[in-house]
């Protein structure tokens, strides 16, 4: 089971079907809803502000979601996948969009509908990345637009791999 704690009276809370793996931690003021999976080592920490994640969101391998007490939240819609070793930091990630393997997105920054946020990309606090688009590099700058369904389909494949370790629980 993972690490699941309170800090200072806030507990987090989930909806069904969720997969945790034994060494993810998830802390504080965290809401998440139906079908969303943290990934090994992976880190959901809302211990000064509160994080609102949607349903079918997966936080994968390494990967850290986090606040700051003078701009969180951290608001993550339906649909969103964090890539491995990604940091997701006081910002809003909306439905479908993707953040990749190693990318940093910081506070006050949003991420579009449907967005890629390329793998190692850091999206400087503050920017506005528009729907269905791809932004990359350091510091993040916009590259392209993506092909239909590019950023979405990713959180179904994390849904189906989630059954597969819930499987194993029963």
């Known amino acids: ?6 800090i200072k009276g806030l507990t987090p809370k989930w909806g069904k079907d969720c997969y945790f793996s034994e060494n993810a931690a998830i802390v504080g003021e965290v809401t998440m809803g139906d079908e969303c999976s943290i990934w090994f080592n992976a ?6 502000a509160p994080i609102t994640i949607g349903n079918r969101v997966n936080v994968q391998d390494g990967a850290c979601v986090h606040v700051t007490n003078q701009t969180g939240p951290t608001i993550i819609e339906d649909d969103v996948s964090i890539g491995h070793n990604a940091t997701v930091h006081a910002c809003t990630v909306r439905r479908g ?13 949003e991420v579009g509908e449907g967005a890629v946020v390329a793998a190692g990309a850091l999206v400087l606090g503050g920017t506005k990345i528009g729907e269905h688009e791809i932004w990359g590099g350091v510091p993040a700058k916009f590259i392209k637009k993506t092909r239909p369904n590019q950023a ?4 179904q494949h994390y849904v189906e791999y989630s059954k597969w370790y819930l499987e194993e629980q029963d």
């Open 43 to 48: 880190v959901v920490r809302g211990d000064v």
């Open 152 to 155: 979405e389909s990713f959180a």
């Open 1 to 6: 089971m993972a690490l699941i704690k309170s």
């Open 97 to 109: 969009a993707l953040i990749g393997m190693g990318a940093t997105v910081l506070d006050n920054a």
